[in-house]
């Protein structure tokens, strides 16, 4: 799997994003042999759009 960090991240402390057909992966570039988080494409590109428009709602 090829994981990518953004190109704004100045340090190895970040999150870096794995792509595949149906499924994105998050992990933490500090752990990266550690918990792997997994999101359907759907949900993926909700979390992205409710980031970009400040539309997300802390529970």
Do not use: Q, Y
Not at 23 to 37: G, Q
């Amino acid at each position: 799997m090829h994981w990518r960090k953004s190109t704004k991240c100045a340090s190895a402390a970040c999150v870096e994003v794995a792509e595949r057909p149906n499924s994105m992966f998050v992990r933490d570039s500090k752990s990266p042999l550690e918990s792997v988080l997994a999101f359907t494409r759907a949900d993926w590109n909700t979390f992205v759009t409710g980031i970009k428009e400040d539309t997300l709602e802390s529970r």
